[in-house]
């Protein structure tokens, strides 16, 4: 049985070796900017978790002698303290054990605070995790999502109409959750769909390591959201763009996406560009074809699972004697 306990700064050090020995080179390159969080997620736990208790927390598995098996990290979707995301899981060779003892401590502890839904996501040809959650764990899959490098800029329309346009206030809230949960393919609203809250801009937003910029796009005539942009870096190098686009007016995408570049360009001009496209919203294979057009680069497939917490499945796990690595997607 292995021992359980939060993150100290002394474990960091060990934790870096184990994540550069589970890791390969050419994964490690495009994960980089997720371990810099590692530090900066014992200090938010140990500065400001004890009042906010919305911020990652981070635990480590050990055994006997006191080598470190595994390491998770979860954390509350923001907007909604029911919703946990397991955010990193890093195992050591022959210890998926102690990664399924990780994952049911998380979901004994945070589920016993009210947590009703815990959701991963992680690349989906990684089928010893899919086993180690679905059979081991109780979890679910649920749907996909997948992340685009933007190799060329093929796409951009200089003549963009900007009026339309306008930074995200939480008056938006409202709105921006009604587009994203109308244009959820309907057998996931009930696991996927988001609460106004969630779509709100942070509190204290200087303690994150990341930096979001937020914008709509409203119809002139009747000031309804069409579009719902979401851009972040934690860098100023790397830069993520998510948004919300119906089907109905994904002919205004080109627009929207050249849109988003710009605001960029403005911070930073010798930039990397990622997209997310999440597969259960209903312009999810628009998106798919557009990208493949434009000749984007395809990095990673994720698998999202869902646990709700009255669900109760329980298999046999077979042994695994490879080491494991999770780093997930915002869903």
Known sequence: MAKIKKISYSDILHIKKLISVVCSDSVMSYRRLFFLS????????????????????????????????????????YGNPFKWQIKRLFL?????????????????KFGARGVDTFYIGFDDNQSELIDLFIKGCGFRFCSTEALWYVSNMNFFVNNINEANFKSFKNSDSAKSAELFNDNLIT????????????????????????????????????????????????????????????PQYFDLYPEILSFAVKKIIKRNKNFKLYIKNR????????????????????????????RDFFKTVREEETNHSTAAVLSGLEV
């Open 279 to 306: 597969k259960y919203l209903q312009a999810g294979e628009m998106l798919d074809n557009f990208f493949k057009e434009n000749r984007f680069e395809l990095l990673q497939n994720n698998a999202i699972l869902v």
């Open 38 to 77: 590692v530090p900066i997620t014992y200090l938010q736990n140990l500065f400001y978790n004890v009042h906010l208790r919305k911020l990652p927390e981070t635990y480590v598995s050990y055994d006997n002698n006191n080598n470190i098996k595994g390491v998770i990290t979860v954390k509350a979707q």
């Open 92 to 108: 050591d060779k022959n210890s998926h054990e102690a990664g399924k003892q990780l994952v049911d401590y998380i979901i004994a």
């Open 187 to 246: 057998h996931y609203k009930y696991s996927l769909s988001k609460e106004k809250e969630e779509f709100n801009d942070r509190i204290f937003q200087g303690i994150y390591s990341d930096i979001f910029f937020k914008y709509v796009l409203e119809d002139e005539n009747t000031g309804r959201i069409k579009s719902f942009i979401e851009i972040r870096t934690m860098d100023n190098k790397n830069y993520f763009i998510d948004t919300i686009v119906p």
